[in-house]
């Protein structure tokens, strides 16, 4: 097996060149002891990825042509990880009739000024509720993992308001590819509704506009770069 840690390591202090090296010293480098930094030396030696000269007062090395494919292979694979991080969440689910207290909510002062200044539009007075889909599940719990804007608790003259998240999102009816309306997902902190259900909100009615009825399928996307680049 390539010890990949120890051949990053020469590349990170020699870069493509030679350069001396005592086994003492790269032990300290891999935080081992020197025993174990000459045995790792010697098997980068063995695997033809690395170039020894010993001379009387130590040895040189150098990354040669193979162990720099190993490399090159390690940072492609970390390319695809890190690009695949910024790859859109998208949760599908079908439409339902929820209970209707989103008109309520979302009529109150409290809301409707921290979804403006927060969201940047005025919320339709309503929520479009969907059955997500077991697969989309676990997508959806990866929105934990990322930046959320916080809605507050208030209190009006008559009660107290609980607060909650919002996710900016895209959301389009399946097929509907020119039919991208930007609104958010809100989750409030008090809800009577499971995991496998979702809020979503946005500055129109979204059943009017998309054409919605009961067991329509609607895709919401969540891009991760949105929040940095704001």
């Not at 207290?101 to 309503?126: A, H, R, T």
């Not at 809020?199 to 770069?225: H, Q, T």
Request: aromatic share 10%; charged share 35%.
């Amino acid at each position: 097996m390539v010890d990949k840690e120890a051949l990053k390591r020469l590349a990170l202090m020699g870069r493509d060149r030679w350069f001396k090296i005592s086994s003492a010293g790269f032990a300290k480098e891999m935080n081992t002891s020197v025993q174990t930094a000459a045995r790792r030396l010697k098997e980068l030696v063995d695997h033809k990825l690395i170039d020894r000269n010993l001379v009387k007062d130590g040895q040189y090395v150098k990354i040669n042509n193979r162990g720099f494919d190993i490399l090159r292979k390690e940072y492609l694979d970390y390319i695809n990880i890190f690009e695949s991080l910024n790859d859109p969440i998208i949760i599908k689910g079908e439409v339902f009739t929820g209970l209707g207290e989103g008109q309520y909510y979302l009529s109150q002062e409290g809301y409707k000024k921290q979804i403006k200044e927060k969201l940047g539009f005025d919320p339709y007075p309503g929520t479009l509720n969907l059955k997500i889909y077991d697969d989309d599940v676990l997508r959806r719990k990866e929105l934990n993992g990322v930046d959320a804007v916080i809605i507050e608790p208030f209190k009006s003259e008559e009660r107290s308001f609980g607060g909650g998240v919002c996710y900016k999102v895209t959301i389009k009816r399946r097929g509907w590819d020119d039919s991208l309306i930007e609104g958010a997902i809100i989750q409030p902190e008090r809800t009577h509704y499971s995991e496998d259900l979702l809020e979503l909100i946005a500055p129109i009615n979204l059943r009017k506009r998309l054409d919605l009825k009961d067991g329509d399928i609607v895709e919401v996307i969540y891009d991760k770069r949105c929040d940095r680049r704001s």
